[in-house]
């Protein structure tokens, strides 16, 4: 029993110092042995615009412009060819600003497309004086929403997002009593087909409206289909912390398949896995606590697409068929555009599981019941700090009798601890006759040596789950608690959580039984110090939940400890 509690001591201790080695290296920029080399800082999009596969085909279509033809035969598997020799990808546009009261949208006149959003809710994790921004075209950051049209017929161009479009008539601000304001743009006719795209923003939300009108002034029939992408780099988002890992990254939804998210390494390699089409479903670009996805109603055909574009640039798509398009007829297919934070009601709320770009992880089953308890603890407190406080009870109070039994084993160790000191030093040259010695003292006592360890184990995924559901939830940002923290999603300015909390492990550390091998001891009061550094770079949220559970486990120790009389 004694060798199995020194090997589990050991791997604990052993992937800690992994742990964070791995943490050091990602915070000083060093590579990962978990996760992939950060990604490169590339050039804005105007060089390298992100276009779609063609049909049947994974591969890129790297920028074409809209001399350039975007069609292969029917059932052709290669890529289309990059542009043309001589070709200029589109240069001059003209950037046009809408703004409403949640955002501040720039629509690019080359391909009508969204290619910066700025959150006026919400400040930037580095710079509290600016937005945080979603889309963004610059040397740091290509991120952006595209629509376009492509088909399979042989020889016929349409209007892609690299078209060059006219802009509409009307207002671009959110006029005071109105609920919505909407700009459209209308692309220059290539092979007689002219596409118009039309925003509607809304008042209180990041929901935008979408509709596109393929209109067919040519000669012959076509067979458009309509593709709406999200175009992304692989750097992590502005702000990101080096010390914990969240998703960032292509997802797919489909009620068949269910939430799949598609890591850019394997994007990269040829080896994203996700539904290839359904009738149902949704395309995101997820990241930590914001996301940004396409959605159309169920019930219609669609394709779903995911490649890389050129370097560190990757895209997901859904590919909508149109129909056949007689000449002198047009074609209307609408959409929604999210783009926002990840609050967790409004998104289910906007399509079947959308919530889940909202990532928990393995423990969503049981993240989701606790947020929705943190949620009504909020509303009914008004600050998220004293919430996460207010959870920590519940949980402990739900879990009282099983700690109850894993405190009173290890008082109970922690009385027999003298008597093990004593054992191991007269028979430290005899293990095998000191074993049997302690099982029959183990025997006599009625303990088991695991029965403090068992009981913790069982609560360990509920706790876990609410780290995840602390680490995922937008609502921290910007949320203050008392004093001097002011935001629980970023570290504690002044480090006092992180030193109480470490205390805390210490002093927890000393009302356990000390092992008799003084190589775990050692490391049993080691393990706090080094999980206390890390906590350093932690969310104030997620360390105020810590320091609460360990506070009620030392006073639950303390009575138990002292109705059993142990010192």
Known sequence: MTDLRRTMLWVVFTMSLVMLWDAWNRHTGQPSLFMPTPARTIAPAASAPPSLPTQGSVSPLTGVPAAAAIATAPGASAAAASPPAGTAV???SEVTVVTTDLVKASFDSVGGNL????LLKH?????RQRHVTLFDRSAERVYSAETGLITAQSGVSLP?????????????????GSDQVSVGFESEPVGGVTLRKTYTLHRGSYVVDVRHEVINAGPGVITPQLYLQLARDGNPARGESKWYFTFTGPAVYTEAKKYQKVDFKDIEKGKASHADSANDGWVAMVQHYFASAWLVPAGSAREFRTQKVKDNLYAVSMVLPLGDLAPGSSKTQDAQLFAGPQEEHGLAALAPGLELVKDYGWFTVLAKPLFWVLDQL???????GWAIVGLVVLLKITFYWLNASAYRSMAKMKALTPRLTDLRERYKEKPQLMQQEMMRIYREEKV???GGCLPILAQMPFFIALYWVLLSSVEMRNAPWIGWIHDLALPDPWFILPLLMTASSLFQVWLQPAPADPMQAKMMWMMPLIFGVMFFFFPAGLVLYWLTNNVLSIAQQWWINRRLGVK
């Open 90 to 92: 589109p240069g001059a």
């Open 115 to 118: 290619v910066r959003l700025e």
């Open 123 to 127: 400040a930037d994790a580095e710079d």
């Open 160 to 176: 892609n997002h690299w078209t060059p479009m006219r802009r509409l008539p009307g207002p671009t601000e959110l006029a005071a």
């Open 378 to 384: 909020h509303k009914a407190i008004g600050n998220w």
């Open 448 to 450: 088991n040596p695991l």
